[in-house]
């Protein structure tokens, strides 16, 4: 939101001298955050002249000039460029070549050292014959609007300043803004009135509600002031959430508008400056009070509307609203049947209306609309209709101010990629007593800058749902008067209900001492209305603050006003006995490790399509169950991950595109693995009570399984290119390392063994296992936790990754399962070992790994480590077979071995490997 200075100026008190970056520190003080501040463009010498003569000279291009002489300074005054190192003559040649002067007219004369929009500097330059020693200026040039056909004339304002004053700041041109964020709860500062609001609460400053200062006349439709049966009525048969479309409606009427007057400059400089351009003279009247008050504001051309308006849902296919009634016959924009695809519209999207920015958009059956006799000429809240746009001939002005759902804003504003500034406030939760006096200054601005007369009563409508789910309408008779006359009238239809607020309650809450006076007078400072109770306070929260809902908002109020840097500062002391779990310390120890080998840690977007999680989520690549979104941000990626890889492939590809070639990248995260044919979900665990230890069991049974893995990508070169040594790119052998560095940081044992899997390359794939002797983690014995290999080419080719692509990926929760306790260090061993090797014969198709295991098995607690060092195949073995040779070492704690000793123990692992697998010793 941005706040010009002078706009704010006019509603809280704002000190001499006050800067933008006061009133930043000011509205920080009371929660909103600082974004930037806008200056205005134009500064320098920018005064009042006064043309006294000029000549036309015809130009050899067909053109004309006039060679100008403007006062620009009282006679015997210095004109203002003097303290910009000007010459300071009252009276100045100018060159210009508009025609839409005369001798006498007061202009707008830029001097010597002013800087216009753009940093266009005025400096005395040689044209057409002259030295022109300054610019007489069009509104486009200041700023001011796109008008570029003259200059700006001051009378055409009707405006008569005097000789040598400054323009800039008779214009507005001289002003600045500042610009805060607005979270979503706080909709009301999406205003000046709120702002200024807010800045009283911070400094204490006088704060003068214009709501309660301007007047709320103007007149309503009626059909005795136009001679027309017209006619308000909210019919919202499908309300969300038992809440109706529209709360209030109020309408106005302004006619004899001349809509071709232009907008004055200090309106067109506030709107430029909230970051606003301005449009037209009606169109620019609401946009202001829209800023000014935060009530949106939509004028139709009334002589193009039809018949009274009707706020309700868009129709069906039949003519039918949401809840199934026949609402409108005739013109209603409906499909003759299926679309070029042969689809038929399963949701019922057939009202269609073309919208100010001239786009055909298909209404929703959840849409609220505007509609007159011919069909919708609104997206209420959001947009106008193109139909009844106001434009330069527009002669009698019809003018809305509603309250209408934020939920049902928010989801048209979303459905049709249409936000806007409207929208915007409306699903932030807009104030429903102010409608009546925005309309009302929406009036007096048109009567007093556009020439219109207003009707000399008005009315609005008011709605609600009651207990049945039906609208209930209430028409309010309402003559002159503010917003009390309004708030008044609708007290009967207020939803706002009294808050308990239990005594000591908001000192408990947020740790410092708050007096009992203290407390009301935040509250009654924000608003509220205040009654006393046994033990407590009945506080009913001001209109414009539907984001105050229960005792826990009202604490917040008061520690906002009172001041957050009261709040002591105390470190809540941690419990003794407690630090990282298991789980935590295997998660941290495996990502050091990976950190400290060179690998670097990223994070993805969990979000995929259907076909890649299945090629990722299973071994065969087949169909797996999946996490499908309910509301997801892209239609085509709206399913869950099964896997970290394809994340992990994004990242490569993207670095990769960016020159960075050599990568090692991991990831730790959640993957979703529904099971099949079970239906997750929960219903809503009430707010403002902990949840009960069987509510939380429900709860985490209701969601899928998630488990957390670790995953890698190696893509280029593990070795550069030096001299004398060649490149090596990363391959399986890569990730095969980086799992044992996983397995050795988390102190468990990982088998490895040939296998396939559909996104990885049939002949450079390896399935991971885990394998311990262990009770507790016997659960995880010969089960396959993951897969680590080489990426198939053409996957890789799919992510935009040429070459070889190492990657690996592990389920961690079984690794932080099965790793129970850190693995303590063992002492150095002082006995000699004994070191022998075997070579095994053994059918190809037998895994190395259990051969080893095997051998291990067999040779006892005297080997200490195996390790295959060498496979062999072809001459000199039978067909089908291959050596597989080990290296053994052996030790024993309390004795030097012999080599006897030794022997023994490995012909004990080779009788068991020969007992297992048919191993025979190669000769």
Not at 133 to 143: F, N, R, Y
Not at 414 to 425: D, G
Not at 607 to 632: I, Y
Not at 743 to 748: D, H, I, L, R
Request: glycine share 10%; net charge negative.
């Amino acid at each position: 939101m941005r706040v010009p200075l002078s706009w704010l100026a006019e509603y809280v008190d704002l000190a001499p001298g006050t800067t933008p970056e006061d009133v930043h520190a000011a509205l920080v003080k009371v929660g909103f955050e600082e974004e930037d501040i806008h200056r205005s463009d134009v500064t320098g010498p920018v005064v009042v002249g006064e043309v006294l003569e000029f000549a036309e000279e015809p130009q050899s291009n067909g053109k004309s000039i006039r060679w100008c002489q403007v006062r620009v300074a009282k006679p015997g005054e210095k004109a203002a460029d003097a303290a910009f190192g000007g010459t300071g003559d009252e009276v100045r040649g100018i060159v210009c070549g508009a025609k839409n002067f005369a001798v006498g007219d007061k202009v707008i004369a830029t001097l010597p050292g002013a800087v216009l929009p753009g940093g266009f500097a005025i400096t005395p330059r040689k044209t057409y014959g002259h030295t022109s020693d300054g610019m007489l200026a069009s509104a486009k040039e200041l700023g001011l609007g796109d008008d570029h056909s003259g200059i700006l004339v001051w009378s055409t304002l009707g405006l008569d300043p005097e000789i040598g004053t400054d323009a800039a700041g008779l214009l507005g041109l001289d002003d600045s803004a500042v610009e805060i964020n607005v979270t979503p709860d706080r909709g009301y500062a999406f205003s000046i009135r709120g702002v200024a609001r807010e800045y009283a609460h911070a400094t204490g400053a006088t704060f003068r509600d214009p709501a309660h200062h301007l007047p709320a006349t103007g007149g309503a439709h009626t059909a005795e002031a136009f001679g027309t049966d017209f006619s308000v009525t909210i019919d919202d048969a499908a309300p969300i959430r038992n809440r109706a479309g529209a709360s209030v409606f109020v309408t106005r009427v302004v006619t004899g508008v001349d809509a071709t007057r232009p907008t004055p400059g200090w309106m067109t400089s506030r709107l430029r400056l909230a970051g606003v351009r301005p449009i037209s003279l009606v169109v620019d009247i609401t946009n202001y009070v829209m800023f000014e008050l935060g009530q949106p504001i939509h004028g139709y051309d009334l002589d193009k509307v039809t018949g009274g308006l009707t706020v309700r849902r868009a129709l069906t296919a039949d003519g039918r609203d949401a809840a199934g009634r026949v609402v409108a016959e005739g013109d209603v924009s409906r499909p003759k049947g299926p679309d070029s695809a042969g689809r038929v519209d399963p949701k019922g999207r057939i009202e269609t209306l073309t919208t100010l920015d001239e786009q055909v958009r298909t209404l929703h059956a959840e849409d609220l609309v505007i509609a007159d006799s011919s069909g919708a000429i609104g997206l209420a809240g959001v947009m106008g209709g193109a139909s009844t746009e106001i434009t330069s001939t527009t002669k009698n002005v019809l003018i809305e101010a509603a309250n209408f759902d934020p939920v049902s804003i928010a989801r048209s504003a979303r459905r049709h990629k249409l936000p806007s500034e409207a929208s915007r406030r409306f699903e932030r939760g807009v104030d429903p007593a102010v409608a009546e006096v925005a309309a009302g200054r929406v009036v007096q601005l048109l009567v007093d800058l556009a020439g219109g007369v207003a009707a000399d009563h008005g009315s609005y409508v008011v709605g609600r749902v009651d207990p049945k789910g039906r609208i209930e309408t209430k028409a309010v008779e309402i003559s002159t008067g503010s917003i009390d006359g309004a708030s008044g009238s609708m007290s009967d239809w207020s939803d706002r209900e009294p808050i308990e607020l239990p005594d000591g309650f908001v000192s408990g809450l947020i740790g410092y001492n708050y007096t009992p006076e203290q407390v009301r007078s935040s509250l009654a400072e924000i608003g509220g209305q205040i009654a006393e109770a046994k033990g407590a306070l009945m506080v009913t929260p001001p209109s414009w603050r539907p984001d105050i809902t229960d005792k826990w908002t009202l604490a917040e109020e008061v520690a906002r006003i009172i001041g957050f840097d009261v709040i002591p500062a105390m470190l809540p002391v941690a419990p003794p006995g407690r630090g990282y779990t298991v789980a935590q310390q295997v998660r941290r120890r495996v990502s050091n490790g990976l950190a400290s080998a060179g690998h670097t840690e990223t994070l993805a977007y969990p979000f995929f399509d259907e076909a890649t999680n299945n090629l990722f989520g299973s071994v065969a690549g087949g169909e797996v169950p999946q996490v499908r979104l309910a509301n997801a941000l892209d239609s085509e990626q709206g399913w869950m991950r099964t896997s970290l890889l394809p994340g992990l492939l994004q990242t490569a590809a993207r670095n990769r595109s960016r020159g960075f070639t050599d990568l090692a990248i991991f990831e730790q995260g959640l993957v979703f693995r529904p099971v099949a044919g079970v239906t997750y979900g929960h219903a809503m665990l009430p707010a403002g009570t902990r949840p009960t230890d069987t509510q939380i069991s429900e709860l985490n049974a209701s969601i899928p399984p998630q488990p957390r893995h670790i995953a890698g990508v190696l893509v280029g070169d593990a070795v550069l290119r030096e001299p004398g040594q060649k490149a090596v790119s990363f391959d399986w052998q890569d990730a095969l390392a980086a799992v044992s560095q996983i397995a050795s940081a988390a102190g468990v044992h990982i088998v490895v063994s040939q296998a396939t899997h559909a996104s990885f390359h049939p002949g450079r794939c390896a399935a991971l296992t885990l394998r311990s002797s262990s009770s507790a983690e016997g659960a995880y014995r010969d089960v396959v936790i993951g897969y680590a290999g080489e990426i198939l080419p053409t996957v890789a080719d799919a992510f935009n990754l040429s070459g070889r692509v190492a990657a690996y990926e592990l389920d961690l929760d079984a690794i932080a399962a099965a790793a129970g306790e850190p693995v303590a260090a063992e002492p150095v061993p002082a006995m000699t070992a004994a070191t022998q090797d075997v070579s095994l014969v053994v059918a190809t198709e037998i895994p190395a790994a259990d051969v080893e295991a095997a051998l291990v098995e067999g040779a006892g607690d005297l080997l200490e480590h195996a390790r295959l060092v060498d496979i062999y195949q072809g001459e000199g073995l039978p067909a089908g077979t291959r050596s597989l040779t080990f290296a053994l070492r052996f030790r024993a704690p309390d004795r030097t071995l012999t080599q006897a000793e030794a022997t023994e123990a490995k012909q004990a692992g080779v009788a068991l490997a020969a007992e297992r697998f048919g191993a025979a010793i190669r000769d």
